[in-house]
């Protein structure tokens, strides 16, 4: 038994069996490891961004960590903005970072760089293993620190002689992990007192107050005491659909969040922050709220937010029944293909219990507003803004739940950053169905550059912002790395596409022009 033996064994005993990995040379025994693991599934990815975004998608869903392998400094710094995604999100993670041996690195060999500086932005925790006989005890404080509250990025460094040198070994048990705080009994009051003050009133959520039973008591605190509920922006997964709670997320563009917020006198923060802009524009304010809001944080991120919206509506009380969306397959448009008309056709042929991972970036942002009535699903969103995130974070969904339909909603622009995804669900065999939002540009950027008032793109800058020339082939590039795709450019072409891509098993690829 040696350091990466131990490691294996201490992740499996605490129910960590899905390793996305890219590894190299100074993980070689780690490897090795998991090869004697046959309860560990081990997930490839072509690239370090796929590897730690495909993490995040899948702890959003199986709601426990995966563990990454990634190939020193340099590996890590590659897979550092879906880590970015994946703290905003607070998905649990443990990564496993390699380095030389504890010897070598006085050498100062091509790859020697500073590890733990790379990681310390983007993990809640950042250890070293520096011997085989610490690694059990580093591994178990890494799955700690991923467990705790809503869920950390943990971030473990093994040196390549812990991992190979021998030690003694007495077989790991699970540890106990933390439990989210309670809430606290003065903020629910302060909360409720709000409520019955008459003033306009928003609560604004995120999180576990975003599954469908906590949903409902929320709706029914709103009826009866005229709240609004909203959720924040970005949001790591919220269920939505028919037979749940219909709730709208903060606008993205800032003159509607502005508009949102103009009359609300008071908001009460259930594990969210208080909304801002997600960037800064000249003569527009940073935050959505007006000067004289009273903002309220009645649960951080870390409470227990379910047990909080309980016993606000013990405090309050509570409308006999919520509101609950109904069935709603809008009529479908034809002619060309737009994003409405995409909306509108997966609201009335997303199968029940669909993921949508949504990277669609402009052309997705009214996804929400034909799509109330769909099929019930979960919903998971880009969350730190770090491009990139879309094809991994379907992949990973697809992997903790494989008898559920995944439809990636994907931007072409960012779909670039980590299109070898792909790669890795032809291998897997992932029930993935991705929609290629195929404009030729970056688009979001286009009306960033009008937003922040330096005027419309000229020649340079539109060769900046543009990807038509050359157009890139996204069905020849589906069909390099194994995946069936077709093209549509029609909204019945685009209908009859959906219909088979969701009518079998399998990755698929529909380029959309649009």
């Given amino acids: 038994m040696n350091g990466a033996d131990l490691l294996c064994e201490t992740l499996l005993a605490n129910g960590i069996d899905t390793c996305f990995a890219n590894p190299g040379t100074s993980e070689m025994h780690f490897v090795a490891a ?27 869903m199986a709601e426990k960590p995966a563990v990454t ?32 041996a504890t010897y070598h690195l006085v050498h100062d060999a091509p790859l020697t760089s500073d590890i733990d500086a790379l990681a310390r932005p983007m993990s809640h925790w950042v250890g070293r293993a520096e011997a085989a006989e610490a690694v059990g005890r580093r591994t178990e404080e890494a799955i700690r620190a991923a467990r705790a509250g809503a869920g950390g990025i943990s971030t473990l460094i093994l040196p390549a002689d812990a991992a190979w040198t021998e030690t003694e070994f007495t077989p790991p048990v699970a540890i106990t992990l933390p439990t989210p705080s309670a809430p606290d009994a003065a903020q629910v ?4 007192a709000l409520l019955r003050n008459g003033r306009a009133t928003t609560i604004l959520v995120t999180g576990t107050a975003l599954r469908a039973p906590q949903m409902e008591i929320l709706d029914r605190i709103a009826q009866k005491t005229g709240a609004r509920v909203l959720a924040q922006q970005a949001n790591g997964r919220m269920q939505r659909g028919a037979g749940r709670v219909a709730v709208d997320r903060v606008p993205y563009v800032i003159d509607l969040a502005l508009a949102s ?12 922050k208080a909304p801002v802009g997600f960037f800064a524009y000249p003569g527009k304010p940073g935050s959505m709220l007006p000067e004289a809001c009273t903002v309220l944080e009645l649960a951080s991120p870390d409470h227990d937010l379910p047990a909080a919206i309980e016993a606000l509506a013990d405090e309050v009380g509570m409308a006999p029944a919520p509101r609950l969306a109904p069935r709603h397959r809008p009529d479908l448009p034809t ?3 737009t994003p409405d008309a995409i ?20 052309s997705g942002r009214d996804f929400f507003r034909t799509t109330y009535g769909a099929a019930p699903h979960d919903f998971l969103q880009l969350t730190g803004g770090a491009i990139g995130d879309g094809i991994p974070m379907a992949t990973g969904a697809a992997v903790a739940c494989p008898d559920r339909k995944v439809i990636g909603l994907q931007a072409d622009g960012s779909g670039m950053y980590t299109v070898q995804g792909l790669w890795t669900q032809a291998r897997e065999k992932l029930d993935v169905l991705t929609i290629v939002f ?5 688009q979001i950027l286009h009306g960033e550059l009008l937003n922040v008032g330096a005027g419309p793109a000229g020649e340079n800058a539109s060769r900046m912002l543009d990807l038509d020339n050359p157009a890139i082939d996204w069905v020849q590039m589906a069909n390099a790395m194994g995946v069936e795709a077709a093209r549509a450019n029609t909204v019945e072409g685009f209908r009859d596409l959906l219909r088979t891509a969701l009518a079998r098993k399998g990755p698929f690829l529909i380029e959309a022009v649009i």
């Fill in 343 to 362: 909306a509108i056709a997966l609201a009335g042929a997303m199968p029940e219990g669909a993921i949508v991972c949504d990277e669609s970036i402009t």
């Fill in 189 to 192: 009051r302060q909360a409720a």
């Fill in 261 to 272: 917020f103009a009359t609300t006198e008071q908001v009460i923060l259930v594990g969210a």
């Fill in 69 to 100: 392998l990634l190939h020193t400094g340099p590996g890590l710094a590659n897979g550092l903005a879906n880590l970015h995604n994946a703290r905003r999100a607070r998905t649990p993670m443990v990564n496993v970072v390699g380095d030389h």
């Fill in 335 to 337: 002619g060309k293909l």
């Fill in 34 to 60: 998991l090869d004697r693991q046959p309860r560990m599934r081990c997930v490839l990815g072509l690239f370090e961004g796929v590897v730690t975004g495909a993490a995040d998608g899948y702890a959003r």
């Fill in 438 to 442: 195929a404009n030729r540009r970056y």
